[in-house]
């Protein structure tokens, strides 16, 4: 059996740190975070030297990888990120720190196909879709 997986990498420029600790202190697990300091030969300029080259969050909720680049651009087709499952009250506590700060598109509430929905970009611009299960 092949084992496939989708990983999510999210790009800033100057604000991983910040927006991977927020991610880490609403999803919980392990972040490890790497500089561009730390990389060997990477020459950066000075006020840089702290931005991240890769960090990497896992064993919470979900599983997200980071870094900082001058070259963070729009996508160019819009992506949300959907979490989805059926304990209610976690789903919703991780609705309500995501939009934090940010935009709530659409609150939490019971959809035509039965469960609870949601939508938000936070306060980094990441969009997100919450889906409670009926």
Same mark, same amino acid.
């Given at each position: #059996?092949?084992?496939?997986?989708? /990983?999510?990498?999210?790009?800033?420029?100057?604000?991983?740190?910040? /927006? #991977?600790?927020?991610?880490?202190?609403?999803?919980?697990?392990?972040? =490890?975070?790497?500089?561009?300091?730390?990389?060997?030969?990477?020459?950066?300029?000075?006020? @840089? @030297?702290? *931005?991240?080259?890769? %960090? $990497?969050?896992?064993?919470?909720?979900? @599983?997200? #990888?980071?870094?900082?680049?001058?070259? %963070?651009?729009?996508?160019? /087709?819009?992506?949300?990120?959907?979490?989805?499952?059926?304990?209610?009250?976690?789903?919703?506590?991780?609705?309500?720190?995501?939009?934090?700060?940010?935009?709530?598109? =659409?609150?939490? @509430?019971?959809?035509? *196909?039965?469960?609870?929905?949601?939508?938000?970009?936070?306060?980094?611009?990441? $969009? *997100?879709?919450? $889906?409670?299960?009926?």
């Amino acid at each position: #059996m092949n084992d496939v997986n989708l /990983a999510v990498y999210l790009y800033f420029e100057g604000e991983c740190r910040e /927006a #991977m600790e927020f991610y880490k202190g609403i999803f919980g697990g392990e972040l =490890s975070l790497q500089t561009y300091a730390e990389v060997p030969g990477m020459e950066t300029d000075a006020d @840089k @030297k702290d *931005w991240i080259m890769h %960090a $990497n969050l896992t064993g919470g909720d979900v @599983k997200l #990888m980071a870094s900082d680049t001058e070259k %963070a651009s729009p996508a160019a /087709a819009k992506i949300d990120l959907s979490i989805g499952g059926s304990d209610d009250t976690r789903l919703r506590e991780i609705f309500g720190k995501l939009s934090a700060g940010g935009k709530v598109n =659409s609150p939490l @509430k019971k959809e035509f *196909w039965g469960d609870i929905f949601g939508s938000l970009t936070d306060k980094y611009g990441v $969009n *997100w879709m919450v $889906n409670i299960s009926a």
